[in-house]
């Protein structure tokens, strides 16, 4: 079984911290890895993907992969109120594009 | 441009009725998802359909049929309501990693 594991949260960050969003997997062979953004009532929305190990910087957003140890992190800097929202690790364990999902991290950012 | 789109947003059954739900998109992509939420748990592929004219089982299927009418269109049958059916449904499209999403339905049975 390939699983996604994310810690459920709430992580409570304040306004202009740094946002740290952690997830591991189970299946070594998997190759692309996402990051999605849902908020409240609303459907999912890809904000990253990373495909090699090390980092990927985009915005505020930097992505991170370390294949070895089966994790993948999301870093979020000068946290707004809108990225309170639930973060999706998801993961592509082949080539055929379907996806494997994480139940989510919801991220609350304290004004 | 409309994206995805599904109908209906909200519906309430009772056990053992049927009902379809339609989704639609117009970015042109070759594969379509169904997906269900449920609190807890990430989302579930229930079906996809990788190229109009085919569709295969994901990870929850049963209870669940499903028909590529189109390139355009993808559409989710429920024969015979069961309370386990309650939950969030997502239909999703894409052409390659990036899936694209609908708003969603809310079902709710009872």
């Known amino acids: 079984q390939k699983e996604v594991e994310q810690n459920s949260g709430p992580l409570s960050v304040p306004e202009g911290a740094i946002a740290s969003l952690n997830c591991t997997y189970s299946?070594?062979?998997?190759?692309?890895f996402f990051w999605y953004r849902q908020y409240s009532g609303k459907s999912p929305e890809l904000i990253m993907s990373i495909y090699s190990n090390g980092d990927k910087e985009d915005g505020r957003f930097t992505a991170q992969l370390n294949k070895a140890s089966q994790y993948v992190s999301l870093l979020i800097r000068d946290s707004q109120p809108s990225d309170s929202a639930t973060y999706l690790c998801v993961l592509s364990p082949d080539s055929n594009y379907q996806l494997i999902w994480g139940a989510g991290t919801k991220l609350i950012i304290k004004p | 441009n409309a994206g995805v789109t599904q109908t209906p947003k909200f519906q309430v059954l009772k056990t053992g009725q049927s009902m379809t739900l339609q989704c639609a998109q117009d970015?042109?992509?070759?594969?379509m998802y169904w997906y269900r939420q449920d609190p807890g748990m990430g989302l579930r592929l229930i079906y996809y359909s990788a190229s109009e004219g085919t569709t295969d089982k994901g990870e929850v299927p049963n209870g669940y049929n499903v028909s590529r009418l189109n390139k355009r269109e993808f559409s989710l049958r429920l024969e015979s309501a069961a309370p386990s059916q309650t939950s969030v449904y997502f239909c999703?499209?894409?052409?390659?990693?990036?899936?694209?999403f609908g708003p969603g339905t809310r079902l709710t049975v009872t």
């Open positions: 970015m042109n992509h070759n594969s």
């Open positions: 999703a499209s894409s052409d390659a990693y990036e899936q694209y």
């Open positions: 299946d070594r062979g998997s190759q692309s």
